[in-house]
């Protein structure tokens, strides 16, 4: 399994921008896929999570409200739609595939995920 992520850029506070991550392989429509990010100086984090159907999802308190996560099993790709950004929302975001086949619970450690992506980079500017 290889996941890309893209779509990470330069964008003022109160703006918007969309991630996606492109998975290979024949696993992806069968398991949880999230999404952590990791700030500049700080341990990497939690941010959102989707169930392997798309039916079900579940996010850090800090995103709630403002950051939705969705899948397109068709195109092997989970999407991360982020608004209203804050300069705290600056990070690298990853994404990572869940470790269990069509999992009933969703997972917020990082220990669930055995593949991630490479990260890209979301700066939110002041």
């Known amino acids: 399994v290889q996941l890309q992520a893209s779509g990470g850029g330069l964008v003022q506070a109160g703006g918007s921008l969309r991630l996606s991550c492109a998975a290979s392989g024949h696993t992806f429509s069968s398991h949880a896929m999230g999404w952590f990010r990791q700030a500049p100086g700080k341990e990497r984090e939690f941010v959102a999570t989707?169930?392997?159907?798309?039916?079900?999802?579940y996010y850090a308190d800090s995103v709630k409200g403002r950051f939705t996560i969705s899948r397109d099993n068709a195109k092997n790709t989970v999407y991360l739609q982020m608004n209203s950004l804050k300069p705290e929302d600056t990070a690298v975001y990853y994404c990572a595939e869940d470790r269990a086949a069509y999992a009933i619970s969703l997972h917020t450690s990082q220990s669930s995920y055995d593949y991630w992506g490479q990260g890209t980079l979301v700066t939110v500017s002041s």
């Open positions: 989707i169930n392997w159907r798309g039916t079900n999802t």
